[in-house]
């Protein structure tokens, strides 16, 4: 069984600073991906960033990095020059190789101020 | 927009009905997934078609059910209705039954039962 871990229940931030959202999970499954997902308060959920667990770089997407270490099972979400349209919750999921289905946490709330 | 197209986005019912969502994927998307998710659950896997056939099941009620059409639209049926199946219902699509693809969600449909 895969678990996902989000120890942040909120964070805060102000505009124009970087930003570190952490994600760990636990997987016994060799190969897996890991994905992270913005829901804004208007409830759709928004994919933002992927990430393989045999990629050798972290993913970069715009402003939001990965910063993956496998060793410590962390796939933390950097968000860098944070905006006020940044504020929202963030979810982490994973989906092992061989499934389809993802696993998510319990998700951090965002919040930037100006 | 992620192409994935959720109806209604809001619905309104009361308890002991049936409402069926309804979900259509993105253009060439063959899997369609149910999410379920709700305050005290978080976001949990309902279940998964490909191609018209169910491919995967998660922690679906068996007063839920779904179905894929021909055309790759799916629907959701719910009956019984309780106050608790108040949630935020999620439908998402990806390209291939399984492996890392990513799965892009539809705007959901908030469900009151009241």
């Known amino acids: 069984a895969q678990k996902i871990t989000q120890t942040q229940p909120g964070m805060f931030v102000q505009e124009k600073e970087a930003v570190t959202l952490d994600c760990t999970y636990d997987?016994?499954?060799?190969?897996?991906?890991l994905f992270w997902y913005k829901q804004p308060s208007s409830g759709e959920m928004i994919f933002l960033i992927y990430q393989g667990s045999y990629d050798q770089q972290n993913a970069t997407e715009g402003r939001y990095s990965l910063n993956f270490q496998k060793a410590r099972k962390s796939a933390n979400l950097v968000i860098s020059a944070s905006q006020l349209g940044d504020s929202a919750m963030y979810f982490c999921a994973m989906r092992p190789s061989g499934y389809s289905t993802l696993t998510f946490g319990k998700g951090t709330m965002l919040l930037v101020s100006p | 927009d992620s192409g994935v197209t959720q109806t209604p986005k809001h619905l309104i019912t009361a308890t002991g009905q049936r409402v069926t969502l309804r979900c259509s994927p993105r253009?060439?998307?063959?899997?369609v997934y149910w999410y379920q998710q709700s305050l005290d659950q978080g976001l949990q896997f309902l279940i998964q078609y490909y191609n018209g056939e169910e491919r995967a099941k998660g922690n679906i009620l068996e007063r839920f059910s779904a179905q894929q059409f021909p055309d790759l639209h799916s629907e959701l049926n719910l009956s019984s209705l309780e106050l608790g199946d108040s949630a935020l219902y999620f439908c998402?699509?990806?390209?291939?039954?399984?492996?890392?693809?990513?799965?892009?969600f539809g705007q959901g449909t908030r469900l009151t039962v009241v």
């Open positions: 997987t016994s499954d060799p190969s897996y991906g």
């Open positions: 253009s060439g998307d063959l899997s």
């Open positions: 998402a699509s990806s390209v291939e039954a399984r492996g890392n693809t990513e799965a892009f």
